[in-house]
């Protein structure tokens, strides 16, 4: 067994040198991501995005709120309109994601104790820049009423201790667990390059298994491996799965240690678990290349299967917002059992004792990785036995 | 006259010569009929509730005053929060949040009532999941309306106190007032703002990686029928329109189920003029298409093009300008996006639909689209003759 373990692997690397290129392609695939993805969202949080003003009024006061806004972080005056129908079709066009309007006699009205009222109106067709500059819009809209406040009282001769305390009686002290900075890298990365790698290990499994049927090499395949169908399958897998993991742990260590993602667990735990998802991945793929014998399907469904993971992993969209039963359909994806374990880990620091149901799931899938080699043994038994009854609608189309 | 008419019926034996093709490959009906008509139903099922409601939340009440219980009270009642537990120490709500039975921790400290008391501000602290985007925005949103609701309490109480009027109380604490209007997704749903984008990419994709498989397979086993003998030495041009035709008239229904019946019947956002629509789409398909063949003329096995391409649609969906905006992209991106089809198309396909843009609002991108459209019919017939020259070198 060890010998037939050994011939197979030395088949593999033969094969692998001949034809290296998918594996270079899909190398480069991941080093473009992890660049692509880091150099992307380098701020963090979007900073000084668009925004315009309406100004009905032109006086010092909706001067001193266009200075204030200025003044942010969150956002930038690119332009100043007469009215609202240019503001709205300057969002249209995208060259604003909010505008404030500023109604005609605001100091007038506010020098009369009126309560006059600015408008805020922000895009939500782009939710992330919408509610950034929103929530940017509306804090100065506060800080502006208690400016005003402020000096009314002064003007009433408060204590300046005690005007804090009126202006403000509550205030919200938010501890963003695990991101200080709020920032918006942490989400989306750390949960979607170890998507994109898994997506990549899933088809390039299916690809493998299936390309030994399209090629007819089967029965080659499980001649070395004397016909042990496990063994065969862990030979030929083996130097991907080193590779894939081996990418997926370096990954993290730009992700944790290079962009200093928050990590309060053990590097070792989490490297642990892109193993485990690129095993589950190759799992899944031997399952889904032995249950379709045609290429053409396989691949395709891999491809329709792979690309739903990072919906249902739950990473921008919470599962728990899900219907129930696509709750459960959420587990059937590997990249989601991932992405409780980094939460778990990453996160919370949290120890085995919590995220053990995780390492189950990773179980199941190699369960259905062993149903994948027990179907496929039962394909080469009928190749062995000269009926090639299941296998040949493929091998046929080759012709 | 003649020769014209030859040529719309070489036109014709090319175009159904594709047809044909297509229907005879399972893997390419599968990405083009089952995809995307699979993936909008299952957006539709898991995006269904728009936004992250009633998110359980622990209290940590050491102040026992009747405000901290008043904002408690407050806090169950937003539609966002649901307050599912109340613990007595720190250490309680931790282990909670650890578990994630809860996914943030309001703390309020034992002096809370006394400083407000005191007209001293009085601090809460909020502790929140960062697990998911949508935790934290949704946490904020219900917390910080809270905030602003018990803070204008708080001054009407004491302005009341201080015996003013209604009115002049009115004045006192709200200045200047401002009133906000969210346009477009009212509600700030993630549907709404999502799937749209999503749709567009499904059909550039599943175009993109079908072209490929078909022009792969093709390659790989060297298959010619679907070109008539006396065309395969050049007529470059012809053989693209037949093509494109083909490949046009397929998606025509994919693109109306799509994008025009299937918003209508889940609710997602439509406001967009059909004319307009369709008028924006053309140049979309057509630029994919030439796209894609362009592309696919690099790959020379079947199956290549979707091992090594299928993590660009996550790459493409950042590159479009819907999660990340454009006006923050580093400039070298911004350039790069310009590149693919489906940046344009997203964001045109948004502001028509979603915002209910005319063509110009989306001029620059419809411009680009049809530019786009040039460069690769240009490109495809180049690549296509360069083929064909390849391969008769080869047999020769």
Known sequence: ?399 | MNKFLQRLIDIWEIFAGEVRYVFHDGGVLLLFFVATLLYPFIFAAVYHSEMVLDIPVAVVDQSHSAESVRVIRKIDATPELTVRYKCCTMDEAERLMREHRVHAVILFPRDYGARIARVETARACLFCDMSTFLYYRSVMTGASNVLVDEMKYIELQRCEQMGLTEADAEGQVTPIGYEDVKLFNAPGGFTSFLVPPLLVLVIHQTLFLGIGVLFGTARERQHRQRIPIRLRRGAPIRIMVGRALAYLLMYVPVVFIDLFVLPRVFGFPHIGSIGTLIGFLLPFLLATIFFSITMAGFFRERDTIIVTCIFFSVILLFLSGTAWPQSNMPAVWRWFSYLFPSTPAIQGFIRINTMGAHLSEVSFEYLLLWFQTGVYFFTACTSLRLMSWLRRKQII
């Not at chain 1, 473009?32 to 668009?50: D, I, N, R, V, W």
């Not at chain 1, 695990?178 to 890298?185: C, G, I, K, P, V």
């Not at chain 1, 880990?345 to 994948?372: E, K, Q, S």
């Open chain 1, 1 to 399: 067994m060890k010998q037939a373990f050994i011939d197979t692997l030395r088949r593999e690397l033969r094969e692998f040198s001949r034809r290296p290129r998918y594996v270079v392609l899909l190398t480069l695939g991941l080093v473009f991501s992890y660049t692509f993805f880091l150099t992307l969202m380098h701020e963090g949080q979007p900073a000084k995005l668009p925004i315009a003003i309406v100004d009905h009024d032109g006086s010092y006061l909706s001067r001193r709120l266009c200075h204030e806004i200025e003044a942010t972080q969150g956002v930038h005056i690119v332009a100043v309109y007469d009215n609202h129908a240019q503001a709205r079709a300057a969002m249209q066009r995208q060259e604003i994601f909010a505008f404030y309007e500023i109604p005609e006699n605001i100091y007038a009205d506010l020098l009369a104790f009126k309560s006059p009222r600015i408008s805020l109106y922000a895009s939500n067709a782009y939710l992330m820049p919408g509610s950034f500059s929103y929530k940017s819009l509306a804090t100065i809209g506060k800080l502006a009423a208690a400016a005003v406040q402020r000096e009314v009282l002064r003007k009433k001769g408060y204590p300046e201790k005690q005007i804090m305390g009126i202006i403000q009686p509550v205030e919200l002290d938010t501890h963003p667990v695990s991101n200080a900075e709020t920032s918006y890298q942490p989400y989306v990365l750390t949960t979607v390059l170890p998507g994109i790698l898994g997506v990549m290990t899933l088809l390039f499994t299916v690809y493998k298994v299936s390309d030994e049927r399209k090629r007819r090499t089967m029965a080659d395949w499980m001649r070395t491996a004397q016909g042990n169908v496990p063994v065969a399958l862990a030979a030929k897998l083996l130097p991907y799965a080193l590779w894939f993991s081996l990418l997926g742990i370096l990954g993290n260590i730009i992700l944790f240690y290079y962009a200093r993602f928050t990590l309060l667990g053990s590097f070792f735990a989490l490297s642990l678990m892109v193993v485990l998802l690129v095993l589950a991945q190759q799992a899944m793929g031997v399952f889904l290349a032995a249950l379709i014998p045609e290429q053409h399907l396989s691949i395709s469904v891999a491809a329709i299967y792979g690309m739903l993971s990072f919906t249902m992993s739950g990473f921008s969209y919470p599962v728990t917002n899900m219907p129930p039963f696509l709750q459960a359909v959420s587990y059937l994806f590997p990249l989601r059992h991932y992405y409780l374990g980094y939460v778990d880990i990453a996160l919370y620091g949290n120890g085995v004792a919590y995220y053990w149901p995780v390492l189950v799931g990773f179980a199941v899938f190699l369960l259905l990785g062993m149903a994948g080699a027990v179907l496929l043994s039962r394909e080469t038994r009928c190749i062995r036995a000269g009926i090639c009854a299941c296998s040949d609608s493929s091998n046929l189309d080759v012709l």
